[in-house]
């Protein structure tokens, strides 16, 4: 794990499949934990923007987590498996002969 600071302030990126909150933690710089080594890789390579912090506070000022977890997606309802929608479904084909 790694503590990574955004240089422009609190915001809020997506990265992959997780959303990083950027908040200010107890010293006023606006962190965020990142543990994927890729996600830690894409934020180090925007120099410009992005760098590692010193791990002095792991949590923001406000409490809040830094890392959002995906949601869950909804499946769809698997269709009735009953005769009546079986013969909807049935196909069959004549032979020509």
């Given at each position: ?27 006023g710089r ?39 977890k995906p ?9 009735a498996n ?16």
């Amino acid at each position: 794990m790694k503590i990574i600071e955004c240089i422009n302030g609190p915001t809020e990126v997506r990265v992959g499949d997780r959303c990083y909150r950027f908040s200010f933690d107890a010293n006023g710089r606006a962190v965020a934990e990142v543990v994927n080594l890729r996600h830690i890789e894409c934020f180090l390579s925007r120099a410009d923007v992005y760098r590692e912090a010193e791990a002095s506070s792991l949590m923001p000022a406000d409490e809040t987590p830094s890392v959002e977890k995906p949601k869950e997606e909804k499946t769809a309802a698997e269709p009735a498996n009953d005769t009546a929608s079986a013969k909807h479904t049935r196909h069959t084909t004549a032979k020509k002969g």
